[in-house]
T-cell receptor, first 114, second 109 residues
Framework: DAGVTQSPTHLIKTRGQQVTLRCSPISGHKSVSWYQQVLGQGPQFIFQ???????GRGNFPDRFSARQFPNYSSELNVNALLLGDSALYLCASSPGQGAYNEQFFGPGTRLTVL | GQSLEQPSEVTAVEGAIVQINCTYQ??????LSWYQQHDGGAPTFLSY????GLEETGRFSSFLSRSDSYGYLLLQELQMKDSASYFC??????????FGSGTRLSIRP
């Protein structure tokens, strides 16, 4: 079975641009969460979506938005990119919404903002 | 504020036992999870504790004390492949998932 997939693998953008990151969860998983990870730190929670509705939001500005599609895949959009947005963006899927659900992480998208 | 505290680095010897502690302060608590992340890789799930006590999964065990807002991950019979970063994580009442800053485990032969 395929694991969580993310695209693209790497991305280079300039300040002020907009970016869209994509995530496909494990088949049968209805929950997708997005995280930002800066080198040497733990993942920072951005969003959780379950059954196409936002179920949790971290402390990120409104420049960050996401959505989940009927097939449970998800997109993360970041507008007006700043240098500080450079990070590894991780997507994780789980069967359900609850805390007891093991999260399966994708390989991440490495975003570099110049 | 909300925070999870864990040691930044731990060093141990191959074959030994190591304990990685995590204390948390969150608004609401819905279980403590542990994840392992090798350099350049994605986090992988190790364990989840919702109730007080010890959960054992092979060489790894995880403990939770909700009254102390404290948990730990215990790794036994350490192998070189266990060298990685280990993160504790908590889901709060707002459904935010909060990760600690991670403990880098280095294992010496």
């Amino acid at each position: 079975d395929a694991g969580v997939t993310q695209s693209p693998t790497h991305l280079i953008k300039t300040r002020g641009q907009q970016v869209t990151l994509r995530c496909s969860p494990i088949s049968g998983h209805k929950s997708v969460s997005w995280y930002q990870q800066v080198l040497g730190q733990g993942p920072q929670f951005i969003f959780q979506y379950y059954e196409k509705e936002e179920r949790g939001r971290g402390n990120f500005p409104d420049r960050f938005s996401a959505r989940q599609f009927p097939n449970y895949s998800s997109e993360l959009n970041v507008n007006a990119l700043l240098l500080g947005d450079s990070a590894l963006y991780l997507c994780a899927s789980s069967p359900g919404q609850g805390a007891y659900n093991e999260q399966f992480f994708g390989p991440g998208t490495r975003l570099t903002v110049l | 504020g909300q925070s999870l505290e864990q040691p930044s680095e731990v060093t141990a010897v191959e074959g030994a036992i190591v304990q990685i502690n995590c204390t948390y302060q969150t608004s609401g608590f819905y279980g403590l999870s542990w994840y392992q992340q090798h350099d350049g890789g994605a986090p992988t799930f190790l364990s989840y504790n919702a109730l007080d006590g010890l959960e054992e999964t092979g060489r790894f065990s995880s403990f939770l004390s909700r009254s102390d807002s404290y948990g730990y991950l215990l790794l036994q019979e350490l192998q070189m492949k266990d060298s990685a970063s280990y993160f504790c994580a908590v889901r709060d009442r707002a459904s935010k998932i909060i990760f600690g800053s991670g403990t880098r485990l280095s294992i010496r032969p």
